[in-house]
């Protein structure tokens, strides 16, 4: 069975930087696509970030330029640097994979930033 256990979330003020990170375990593959998504208060989950086994990556529009998605597919990891962030930033983050009609969510990071 997979899981994923996020980490690296906190209070950061406007401007800051901070990196999450994504811990896998179990039978995951390094083909399985990874993405990283947010949830505001009162708003929808919304996709920040993508990357495939192959290293492709995808951005939403409001974090392209200043957050970056990555992976260490050894370690089972996956990683967001966010840097330059912003109030509007603030949601808790969920790193998700799957396959086929199976999804996989680790329980969210909560990310603040003070304006």
């Known amino acids: 069975q997979v899981q994923l256990v996020e980490s690296g979330g906190g209070l950061v003020q406007t401007g800051g930087s901070l990196r999450l990170s994504c811990a896998a375990s179990?039978?995951?593959?390094?083909?399985?696509?990874m993405g990283w998504y947010r949830q505001a208060p009162g708003e929808q989950r919304e996709l920040v970030a993508s990357?495939?086994?192959?290293?492709?990556?995808t951005y939403a529009d409001s974090v392209k330029g200043r957050f970056s998605i990555s992976r260490d597919n050894y370690k089972k990891m996956v990683y967001l640097q966010m840097t330059s962030l912003k109030p509007e930033d603030t949601a808790v983050y969920y790193c998700?994979?799957?396959?086929?009609?199976?999804?996989?969510w680790g329980q969210g990071t909560l990310v603040t930033v003070s304006s």
């Open positions: 990357i495939t086994g192959g290293g492709l990556t």
């Open positions: 179990g039978r995951i593959l390094s083909v399985n696509t």
């Open positions: 998700k994979t799957g396959w086929g009609h199976v999804e996989v």
